[in-house]
């Protein structure tokens, strides 16, 4: 199946500090990417999803001026936290569609977020 | 996008084979149904897609009755590390293929 790059796997940030991460198709150009996040023993929750070129579509109750996804590429498409404090602490989570990837969702292994 | 509903929690033991059914009863024509597996502290893992009747992969295989009001998704011989959550989602994949994901099922296999 098609490889989705999620970087890094862990990151601790002190509170007030802008945290990015990166999610990078590996074989496939991916059209699509949608950003999640998820709490301990919760679902996933859709944050935004991004089209190459384009500004991404934020879900209800996501502060875009919180986080600011940029899919500049059709491999690349990167998440910043801009000021993160202790309640943005999750699992985040990156997948990626496209056409060669039959638009089946391909998921990254996920970033740690501890802000401190 | 069509909501779905599946058990919270199954239990099984090595070699048998588990069954776990997804109820979308507002599923939309063009909505293909897919299911992902994940363990803890990692991203999802595709598992199987499908649109009607029956579809095998080397893994599983997916159950669509006609009315496509449900799935079932078919695990043969698990083992131990099989144990995970099991997610089932339904969307238009030709509309960007935006899926939200419902509680899933926690499966767990033991010895």
């Known amino acids: 199946g098609a490889v989705v790059s999620q970087h890094p796997s862990w990151v601790i940030c002190k509170s007030g500090t802008s945290v990015k991460i990166e999610c990078r198709s590996l074989d496939f150009q991916a059209t699509t990417m949608f950003w999640y996040r998820q709490f301990p023993k919760q679902s996933l929750m859709l944050m935004a999803t991004?089209?190459?070129?384009?500004?991404?579509?934020?879900e209800q109750g996501v502060e875009k001026d919180k986080f600011l996804i940029n899919h500049a590429s059709l491999t690349l498409s990167t998440l910043t936290v801009t000021s993160a404090h202790p309640e943005d602490s999750s699992f985040y989570i990156c997948?990626?569609?496209?056409?060669?990837?039959?638009?089946?969702?391909?998921f990254g292994a996920g970033t740690r977020l501890s802000v401190l | 996008l069509a909501k779905t509903t599946q058990p919270i929690s199954m239990d099984s033991y090595e070699g048998q084979e588990v069954n776990i059914t997804c109820s979308h009863n507002?599923?939309?024509?063009?909505?293909?149904i897919t299911w992902y597996q994940q363990f803890p502290s990692q991203g999802p893992r595709f598992i199987i897609q499908g649109y009607k009747t029956k579809v095998t992969n080397e893994v599983a295989s997916l159950f669509i009755p006609a009315d496509r009001k449900s799935s079932t998704l078919s695990l043969p011989r698990v083992s131990l590390s099989d144990t995970a959550v099991y997610y089932c989602?339904?969307?238009?994949?030709?509309?960007?293929?935006?899926?939200?994901f419902g509680q899933g099922t926690e499966l767990s296999v033991k010895p």
């Open positions: 997948s990626a569609t496209g056409i060669l990837a039959k638009n089946i969702q391909y």
């Open positions: 991004s089209n190459e070129g384009s500004k991404a579509t934020y």
């Open positions: 989602l339904v969307g238009d994949k030709n509309q960007g293929g935006k899926l939200i």
């Open positions: 507002n599923i939309a024509t063009n909505d293909y």
